[in-house]
């Protein structure tokens, strides 16, 4: 249990004490600066600790958010502090302080809320204190939600009327909802998935079970669209739908409840992914039993989708710490079409985002076929794609700012460079083939492979020599920091250059179960890379090296499928069976470092906000 620390004498009347027991706080009680450190010693090292001024007055949510957030190692609001157990050493520090009579920083004004706070609360000095020893103290916007400390009878009456002015449920509802959102999401499941949320949480629901929950739908959908029946299209479609509800539902109920885990994190992030690839292999299974043969089609999506979300991942990865001036002056056609009520929408919907997208993979499944589904969304997403992707272009190369050493060692790591490719910009920097641009160099090996993996017969020899020219133009792209305006597009080409190449041999195989293997693989290549993503966003960094060597980097991984092709060209369905051992392995390595990761205590405890495109 956590333990708050009351900073005073409890003022009579005030509900302050049942409030810090109803967030989950054992309540104690100092009468100055050294018995709160007495009291903050005797707590064991592992637990959360809050101070909190006895003339606080305000919201309980305002309460709940700056004192139980389990994200950021010290919060505040005005008249309260807490501190996780990384902070507890600087508020010890800052107590001692205080204590001892030393001069301290004075204190920050509140974030948000309507009332003021005074300056002569303990609880606001130390986390000016804390401010001024490195710690970052997170100041959650309270809106209209009260938190003050009132210095007279007069101003606590004034509060305790402003508490009462405000209806405390209602603005927790409102901001459990992520407040940029697709039109479909905006208007279709958030009025009532809300509510959802609520429910969960008063009956002691996770959001790791939701989440859950809507995995199980989802797979349960891909199940009835794999009986390749219009009954089971049709229930497809609505399952579909129930788990999207379900997984916006999740978010809103770790915003509503403060319920943000390290687990959640990874399966909020890994869940969509595995819901909508599991959904295509469905409808793929579906129409073979009508002798329909849409695999290629699925795969396809896929690959596109992926392809895409990397764009997405290395632009915003690139331009993470872009100055303020220069992306408000990229921004100036966005901000003035912002102003125009009907293109935010509209701008929003052509991008085809996770809510239009499955509610139009959803009606579509329950009233055409597979094949129109895939095309549907292979049309949609393309398009989308260029719209976004012809954006990002015109602000590059407008950009004047130079690229962070950070952001270079991202994409980098977006990059997924194995062995081969580490060798080969060794020698592209002793042969000066590094003189020519990265996104260059990324391009004309991307643009060798593909020709030849498009252009020669199945298992050509030729299609080998061009994979290993694949990986030596791709080490030499990566052999110095990628700080070039366009460099963002390294990653996506490389993930385009490995996805493509799967696909087309093994649609090119002698078998009919090449493309479904075909299918396993990249599900499992792009698990890695999602998983390498949201590593990134959350501040530890890529995979480490050694699992990046084991499953060969993109260039290898490339090289082997296409030396398996030209061995296996003439032996039946080896090349299936290759592909399928492939998939296996390298899904099981990925996934087993995944999960010993995620669930490790040095994981972030962040909550993915969901995909925004």
């Not at 710690?135 to 009878?153: K, N």
């Not at 509060?159 to 209806?167: F, K």
């Not at 349960?220 to 788990?243: D, K, Q």
Request: a neutral charge; glycine letters at 8%; proline letters at 6%.
């Amino acid at each position: 249990m956590s333990t708050a620390i009351l900073t005073g004498p409890p003022v009579p009347g005030s509900s302050l004490d049942a409030d810090l027991r109803s967030l989950g706080f054992h309540v104690e009680v100092a009468s100055g600066p050294h018995e709160a450190s007495g009291l903050l010693a005797a707590v064991p090292a592992g637990q959360r600790v809050a101070l909190v001024d006895p003339r606080f007055v305000g919201h309980r949510h305002a309460l709940r958010l700056a004192l139980t957030d389990p994200r950021f190692p010290a919060a505040a609001a005005p008249g309260a502090l807490t501190a996780r157990p990384e902070a507890r050493p600087a508020l010890a520090r800052a107590l001692t302080a205080a204590d001892s009579g030393a001069p301290v920083p004075a204190p920050a004004e509140p974030a948000g809320g309507t009332a003021r706070a005074v300056v002569d609360n303990l609880p606001d000095t130390l986390a000016a204190a804390l401010d001024a020893d490195g710690v970052a103290v997170h100041r959650p916007q309270l809106g209209t939600l009260v938190a003050a400390v009132p210095a007279d009878p007069g101003a606590r009456h004034e509060a305790r009327a402003a508490v009462e002015a405000v209806d405390e449920e209602a603005v927790r509802l409102r901001n459990a909802v992520k407040a940029h959102d697709g039109f479909f999401t905006t208007f279709f499941i958030s009025p009532y998935s809300r509510y959802i949320a609520r429910w969960c949480a008063r009956r002691g629901l996770t959001p790791n079970q939701v989440t859950t929950a809507s995995l199980l739908t989802a797979l349960i959908a891909a199940g009835c669209a794999a009986t390749g029946e219009r009954g089971g299209y049709v229930a497809a479609g609505v399952l579909l739908l129930v788990s999207f509800v379900l997984d916006c539902t999740d978010g809103q109920l770790a915003r509503y409840a403060l319920k943000y885990s390290t687990m959640g994190a990874w399966l909020d992030a890994t869940f969509d992914r595995a819901k909508e690839y599991a959904f295509y292999a469905g409808l793929a299974l579906g129409a073979a039993r009508n002798g329909d043969d849409v695999w290629a089609l699925a795969l396809g999506a896929m690959v596109l989708m992926t392809c895409r979300h990397v764009v997405d991942f290395s632009f915003n990865e690139a331009n993470a710490e872009s100055a303020g001036a220069a992306a408000k002056t990229s921004l100036a056609l966005s901000s003035k079409l912002d102003g125009v009520g009907w293109t935010v929408w509209a701008r929003r919907m052509i991008i085809l985002p996770i809510g239009e997208r499955w509610a139009m993979i959803a009606v579509l499944t329950a009233v055409t076929t597979p094949r129109i589904v895939f095309w549907a969304l292979i049309v949609g997403c393309a398009f989308g794609a260029c719209y976004t992707t012809a954006g990002r272009l015109l602000r590059s190369l407008s950009r004047k700012a130079p690229r962070s050493d950070s952001a270079a060692r991202a994409l980098a790591d977006l990059a997924d460079s194995g062995p081969l490719a580490r060798i080969a910009a060794g020698l592209a920097r002793r042969t000066g083939l590094t003189a020519m641009p990265a996104l260059v160099l990324a391009f004309v090996g991307t643009g060798v492979l593909l020709a030849a993996v498009l252009g020669r017969p199945f298992g050509d020899r030729g299609t080998v020599v061009a994979a290993v020219l694949y990986a030596v133009f791709a080490g030499a792209a990566v052999a110095r920091p990628l700080k070039g305006p366009l460099d963002w597009l390294v990653p996506p080409l490389f993930r385009a250059a490995e996805y493509t190449t799967v696909l087309v041999l093994a649609a090119k195989a002698d078998s009919a179960q090449a493309l479904p293997a075909a299918f396993g693989l990249v599900a499992a290549v792009a698990y890695h890379h999602y998983d390498t993503v949201y590593r990134i966003r959350g501040g530890t960094g890529a995979p480490p090296e050694w699992l990046v060597r084991t499953v060969g980097g993109h260039e290898g991984r490339t090289l082997v499928v296409t030396v398996l092709a030209a061995l296996l060209a003439s032996r039946g369905n080896d090349f299936t069976s290759a592909l399928t051992a492939l998939a296996v392995a390298v899904g099981l390595v990925v996934l087993v470092e995944s999960v010993r990761f995620w669930v490790s205590s040095g994981a972030p405890a962040v909550h993915d906000e969901g995909e925004t495109a």
